[in-house]
């Protein structure tokens, strides 16, 4: 699904990714972890394709296609979806209309969807104007049901969203994952399976969102660089029991 | 900008005759009033009133509770309209309320019936058509005590004009608990010169929502309506919404006076200039308590041009609130990224930007109308990337 190559990244001067190696199937779901400036952001948004990271070396292959250097919407289009940390508010446009937008001429229900992740009320509201934490985080998701997207990327599901958000949220996150169909307009036990593989790309800090979703695989990013592969929950054990800095010991 | 010689205009030929049947204008004029939001086929009005060059040709209500009448009619009926008919607004203001003083056109005479809700809009329309045309007219609205009114005027003129002039006196009178909607369209020529003069008062418990759709090229307009808000719990919100191409210069705000306790003004103004000049003003006066007033005014440059932002807030007493705010920028890369990373490309997720920024939704407009209104915003978009 994703094969990412020697991938180096710049943010101005500064070179923030220093050759990563990283596939993930289809089916799969990567977690990433790291301490606060080792690079899983840039890594995230150098796969959207946002314009401030610029790609020196190495090659981005996505469901056979080298989106190394192709536009955010172009990834999107072939179903790269993101959900953001800190989204801007887009003043003017209603959240339906963003939900809409996102499904790209796909016909779907978004008061269905909206009611899944509780965002009903806020339906006629600005997006992201005034939303807390969490409700910024089921925006996100409620856009990503309607984007129906291959590759979910998901920058901290957790940060600043309380314990019985984070049920809702996690819930979300496993049925996106699923390539569950009864996000589309028609939901029965029949189409409950549905047959588009999806992959993910999480960064977490806390792990919670382990407790909700198969992970099968993660690894630890550190200064730029990709290290530890291992069981996520073994990797998450081992940080919080020697931190970091044990890394740079299988690094080496 | 150069002084407006109002000699250049012709403000004496003989007023046009009445047009019965407003489908029966060519379409080209057709065009040109439904872009500025009149729908000569009258559907879900509550009346019409239409006036071309130096008089009026059409004037027509289809509702109880409402009465739409030629100024000159009115005041010949109403003898002078003495309470109302200059009383907010002073001829002596400068040479444009003169020159509307001194030539007398036309103008409409709007007055709701005591505690009346038309709940259809009454459309109006300021017509220019031909060379170097004069206009002036002067319209008085009178919403009565606990009635509701909704008036949209759109102001326009002929395309193949060499050149014209419009001066409008407006004054309203919000009376008790009485509601005014008034939604004014601009749809003028390149070489339009316009210079309103307008001015309301509200009285105790009564609303004026007034919005302000200016999209297309105008030569030189000018204009600052002061609205005080009289009584006790007055409530006067301004919207407007501007673009200004290459060639346009607009200076344009409005003043709201809070002269009494409880009230409220607001004054959200969102200008695009593609080129053309645009002095964005607003000026709240508190001078009761309490009393709330807030200014807002954004601004996007695309393509070049001026936007000058003057807000003013100006407090006499203790404990008024007031505040203002004010930006001048471009549009967000990080906004047009996050659209885009849902699928728009860049010219959509601009687009979509821009008309969230213009957000004319907030108005309430009829349907039909705010159609319009999208598809010129659409049209102006080509000038803005």
């Avoid at chain 1, 314009?51 to 981005?60: E, L, S, W």
């Avoid at chain 1, 469901?63 to 999107?76: K, S």
């Avoid at chain 1, 998901?154 to 009864?182: A, H, Q, W, Y």
């Avoid at chain 1, 993660?218 to 044990?246: A, T, W």
């Amino acid at each position: 699904m994703l094969s990412i190559e020697n991938l180096h990244v710049t943010i101005g001067e500064r070179e923030v990714l220093k050759g990563i190696n990283l596939e993930i199937k289809e089916n799969e779901t990567f977690i990433l972890f790291g301490p606060n400036g080792s690079g899983k952001t840039t890594l995230l948004m150098t796969l959207m394709g946002f314009g401030n990271y610029t790609i020196t070396d190495g090659r981005i292959m996505f469901r056979g296609h080298d989106i190394t250097h192709a536009t955010i919407y172009e990834r999107a289009r072939l179903g790269i979806g993101m959900s953001f940390q800190r989204p801007p508010t887009i003043h003017g446009l209603k959240l339906r209309q963003m939900v809409q937008m996102a499904a790209q001429g796909r016909e779907i229900d978004v008061d269905a969807l909206a009611k899944r992740v509780n965002m009903t009320d806020f339906l006629e509201r600005d997006v992201n104007a005034g939303f807390s934490g969490g409700e910024i985080k089921r925006s996100e998701l409620l856009q990503l049901m309607a984007q129906q997207p291959h590759m979910v990327l998901f920058d901290e599901p957790e940060s600043g969203v309380d314990l019985e958000n984070m049920k809702l949220i996690g819930n979300t996150v496993r049925e996106l994952l699923g390539g569950e169909c009864g996000m589309t307009i028609e939901r029965s036990l029949r189409m409950a399976k549905c047959s588009r593989n999806v992959a993910g790309l999480i960064i977490t800090h806390t792990g919670y969102i382990l407790e909700y979703i198969n992970a099968d695989r993660g690894q630890v990013m550190y200064e730029g660089k990709l290290c530890c592969e291992s069981n996520p929950r073994d990797i998450l054990d081992h940080i919080s029991r020697f931190g970091y800095q044990e890394c740079l010991r299988c690094l080496a | 900008m150069k002084p407006i010689d109002l000699k250049a205009f012709d403000f004496t030929a003989p007023a046009p005759l009445e047009i019965a049947d407003l489908t029966t204008l060519d379409e080209a004029d057709k065009n040109q009033l439904l872009m500025a939001g009149v729908d000569v086929s009258a559907e879900a009005v509550s009346g019409t009133y239409m006036h071309m060059n130096h008089g009026a040709v059409h004037c027509k209500s289809r509702q109880k509770g409402v009465e739409i009448l030629d100024i000159k009619t009115a005041m010949d009926k109403y003898d002078g309209l003495k309470e109302y008919y200059w009383k907010l607004i002073d001829p002596d203001k400068d040479e444009f309320t003169r020159a509307a003083a001194d030539n007398l056109h036309g103008g409409y005479f709007i007055r709701t019936e005591k505690g009346a809700k038309v709940t259809e809009p009454v459309q109006s329309c300021l017509f220019i058509k031909g060379d170097n045309i004069g206009q002036s007219v002067h319209n008085i609205i009178v919403v009565e005590e606990d009635s509701e009114l909704h008036i949209i005027t759109g102001c326009s003129a002929a395309h193949e004009s060499k050149g014209s002039a419009h001066m409008g006196i407006s004054e309203f009178y919000v009376k008790k608990n009485a509601k005014l909607t008034f939604t004014m369209i601009h749809n003028w020529a390149e070489n339009t010169v316009v210079r309103p003069r307008s001015a309301g008062v509200v009285e105790e418990g009564g609303v004026l929502l007034n919005n302000y759709v200016l999209l297309k090229p105008v030569s030189d307009l000018q204009m600052y309506p002061t609205i005080t808000l009289a009584g006790k719990g007055a409530v006067a919100r301004f919207n407007s919404v501007m673009v200004a191409p290459e060639g346009s210069h607009v200076d344009t705000g409005n003043r709201i006076i809070l002269a009494a306790p409880e009230t409220r003004g607001e004054t959200i103004a969102r200008t695009i200039t593609t080129g053309g000049t645009i002095i964005a003003r607003g000026h709240i006066a508190g001078n009761a308590v309490p009393a709330r007033g807030h200014l807002e005014c954004k601004g996007l440059i695309l393509g070049g041009g001026v936007i000058h932002a003057i807000p003013e807030l100006e407090a006499t007493v203790d404990g008024v609130e007031l505040s203002h705010e004010a930006a001048v920028g471009k549009i967000a890369q990080e906004e047009i990224e996050y659209l885009m990373a849902r699928g728009l490309d860049q010219e959509e997720a601009t687009s979509t930007i821009v008309r969230g920024f213009l957000n004319v939704d907030i108005m309430g407009l009829p349907a039909k109308l705010q159609k319009v209104i999208d598809d010129t915003i659409k049209e102006c978009e080509k000038d803005m990337f």
